[in-house]
């Protein structure tokens, strides 16, 4: 597919094409979901004309098992989770979701755009990552973006079936035409091959070895920073699963961080409920990982001591202040803002 958008596409138009054949009672079809589950899912289901149904995370910031089932109701068609989810970095607890998809009737679409190609590396090297994949009964798809970990170049992401008949309720099949039947089986017809071969290419360079020793590096990098934010008066992190990662400070503001941080030429990505950094971890010469830290240490340094007042923005598309933003962007805000307001 094109991308994590295109691929959670798939997963839900193919899970509610299998509602209208397999429960046609319904006419206002529900999925339910953490909060922590991706926009794009919420922008398919718009596209879909599907109801989200979000359920509240629990205090550590891990889906709550217990308020997604008693949110399951007569409209429910579907499950969503995640592996990892983007605002933490947790993987959902997709077990306990596959019992309840069975239990109810409902198709279990996983997320895992972000840990799709680096997770299994990870298990591999040791870390703990629970199931997530159709190892688990009751999981029907599974989007998962080459173009993050798997390294294609861009855009590139899949869509994973649990067998033909899964994936057959995402076919559109065009009878009435002129040329004859048209059958698609995804949301764009043309794509680019280039993507493709780059991602072909590499997985053939690499081998499952290379994948292996990338996670590897990640995993260095990741417990690096962890050790780091320890030792930093007033940051602390929280455990993840898999390649993301999150800093949080509790002494002070967290958007001082990301402001004397971009200072410093690192841009940096946010999570706003809780305030927090969002790191997407990436290989990086041992010099560079070095010079992070140290910037991180002497930016807190500096906010300790008064010394520093900009502030950065918690934003998930890197946008630093307003006069970054493209003037689109700010018209398209602006717009929103007056409808929101009568």
Same mark, same amino acid.
């Given at each position: 597919?094109?991308?994590?958008?295109?691929? @959670?596409?798939?997963?839900?138009?193919?899970?509610?094409?299998?509602?209208?054949?397999?429960?046609?009672?319904?006419?206002?079809?529900?999925?339910?979901?953490?909060?922590?589950?991706?926009?794009?899912?919420?922008?398919?289901?718009?596209?879909?004309?599907?109801?989200?149904?979000?359920?509240?995370?629990?205090?550590?910031?891990?889906?709550?098992?217990?308020?997604?089932?008693?949110?399951?109701?007569?409209?429910?068609?579907?499950?969503?989770?995640?592996?990892? @989810?983007?605002?933490?970095?947790?993987?959902?607890?997709?077990?306990?979701?596959?019992?309840?998809?069975?239990?109810?009737?409902?198709?279990?679409?996983?997320d895992a755009?972000?840990?799709?190609?680096?997770?299994?590396? /990870?298990?591999?090297?040791?870390?703990?990552?629970?199931?997530?994949?159709?190892?688990?009964?009751?999981?029907?798809?599974?989007?998962?973006?080459?173009?993050?970990?798997?390294?294609?170049?861009?855009?590139?992401?899949?869509?994973?079936?649990?067998?033909?008949?899964?994936?057959?309720?995402?076919?559109?099949?065009?009878?009435?035409?002129?040329?004859?039947?048209?059958?698609?089986?995804?949301?764009?017809?043309?794509?680019?091959?280039?993507?493709?071969?780059?991602?072909?290419?590499? /997985?053939?360079?690499?081998?499952?070895?290379?994948?292996l020793e @990338?996670?590897?590096?990640?995993?260095?990098?990741?417990?690096s920073i962890?050790?780091?934010?320890?030792?930093?008066?007033?940051?602390?992190?929280?455990?993840?699963?898999?390649?993301?990662?999150?800093?949080?400070?509790?002494?002070?503001?967290?958007?001082?961080?990301?402001?004397?941080?971009?200072?410093?030429?690192?841009?940096?990505?946010?999570?706003? @409920?809780?305030?927090?950094?969002?790191?997407?971890?990436?290989? /990086?010469?041992?010099?560079?990982?070095?010079?992070?830290?140290?910037?991180?240490?002497?930016?807190?340094?500096?906010?300790?001591?008064?010394?520093?007042?900009?502030?950065?923005?918690?934003?998930?598309?890197?946008?630093?202040?307003?006069?970054?933003?493209?003037?689109?962007?700010?018209?398209?805000?602006?717009?929103?803002?007056?409808?929101?307001?009568?």
């Amino acid at each position: 597919t094109s991308g994590g958008t295109e691929s @959670n596409y798939c997963g839900l138009h193919a899970m509610r094409a299998w509602a209208r054949e397999q429960k046609p009672q319904i006419d206002q079809p529900e999925i339910v979901a953490p909060y922590s589950t991706h926009s794009t899912v919420h922008k398919t289901a718009k596209y879909l004309d599907l109801k989200v149904v979000t359920v509240p995370q629990l205090e550590d910031l891990t889906a709550d098992v217990d308020a997604l089932a008693a949110a399951i109701g007569p409209n429910t068609i579907g499950i969503v989770g995640s592996a990892p @989810n983007w605002p933490y970095g947790h993987v959902d607890p997709i077990e306990a979701f596959g019992k309840l998809a069975i239990e109810h009737d409902l198709w279990l679409h996983v997320d895992a755009c972000v840990g799709g190609y680096i997770l299994p590396f /990870m298990r591999e090297l040791g870390e703990d990552i629970p199931p997530y994949d159709f190892s688990v009964p009751g999981v029907r798809s599974i989007s998962a973006d080459l173009h993050k970990y798997g390294y294609a170049p861009k855009p590139c992401s899949t869509v994973l079936w649990r067998s033909q008949e899964e994936q057959g309720y995402h076919y559109v099949p065009i009878t009435e035409w002129a040329c004859g039947l048209y059958l698609s089986q995804s949301f764009i017809g043309s794509r680019p091959l280039g993507p493709v071969a780059g991602i072909w290419a590499l /997985m053939h360079y690499w081998g499952r070895e290379g994948y292996l020793e @990338n996670a590897r590096n990640l995993l260095h990098i990741k417990r690096s920073i962890t050790e780091a934010c320890e030792r930093i008066e007033g940051l602390r992190t929280w455990p993840t699963q898999g390649p993301l990662m999150m800093i949080a400070a509790d002494d002070y503001n967290i958007q001082l961080v990301v402001g004397g941080m971009e200072e410093k030429g690192w841009r940096l990505l946010g999570v706003n @409920n809780p305030p927090a950094i969002h790191l997407t971890l990436d290989v /990086m010469e041992e010099a560079d990982l070095q010079r992070f830290i140290d910037d991180l240490d002497e930016v807190c340094g500096r906010i300790r001591s008064g010394d520093l007042q900009e502030e950065g923005l918690l934003s998930y598309g890197g946008v630093g202040a307003e006069e970054d933003a493209p003037k689109w962007l700010l018209s398209a805000v602006e717009i929103m803002e007056q409808k929101a307001n009568g």
